[in-house]
């Protein structure tokens, strides 16, 4: 039985609009769980052991995400390790959240955009949007908006399971491959068929 029955998840790839679908879905009055937030929360909790462990990404109590970025996404084995410390509190927060939002009785939206890469840890969210654009749009988006270049960006989006696989799996498919306007309008008819 699916714990989470008014929730629907949204993911994507890095780069393909989720935040931008998410910003929208609030917009319109739904509630959505943030995964992102949650994280960033717990990245600033864990503040000691990623100094520790990453002597030069923190300065006056601040982490500096575009390093830590650089040095975790360089190497399989400090993204694991970074992983596995913020995971559980990441994954407790959104169940936490869940929880609260399913005694509403009313559908929300999780935003997680790992979900696909961590599916056993969310199999009880079994409802999934996949806000999709093909990988080279998603490639050139990226290197605009992280100023990366084309190595840098393909490397981050090859790190996360294949766009075409995740859209095969999804209940619904949300499509952002050209513009704002045009997602706005795909966004509206996903909510029309679940809704209705």
């Not at 029955?5 to 393909?16: F, H, L, Y």
């Not at 937030?37 to 300065?59: P, R, T, W």
């Not at 929300?108 to 409802?127: C, R, W």
């Amino acid at each position: 039985m699916n714990k989470f029955k008014n929730a629907v998840v949204i993911t994507g790839s890095i780069g393909s609009g989720k935040s931008t679908a998410s910003a929208w879905l609030k917009s319109q009055g739904y509630a959505v769980v943030d995964a992102d937030d949650i994280a960033h929360e717990a990245l600033n909790s864990c503040i000691n052991q990623i100094s520790a462990k990453f002597h030069n990404v923190v300065k006056n109590g601040v982490i500096n995400r575009a390093k830590l970025g650089e040095i975790v996404f360089n190497d399989a084995q400090n993204l694991a390790w970074l992983e596995n410390l913020l995971h559980p509190k990441i994954r407790d927060k959104i169940f936490n959240e869940c929880m609260l939002l399913e005694s509403k009785n009313e559908l929300y939206f999780v935003d997680i955009p790992l979900y696909f890469e961590k599916i056993n840890t969310y199999s009880m969210l079994d409802k999934v949007a996949v806000i999709y654009a093909p990988k080279h749009e998603l490639i050139k988006r990226i290197m605009s908006r992280n100023c990366l270049n084309l190595q840098e960006a393909t490397r981050r989006v090859e790190l996360q399971i294949d766009i075409e696989a995740k859209k095969q799996k999804a209940t619904f498919v949300i499509d952002n491959s050209s513009d704002i306007n045009n997602l706005h309008k795909n966004l509206k008819a996903f909510l029309h068929s679940i809704v209705n």
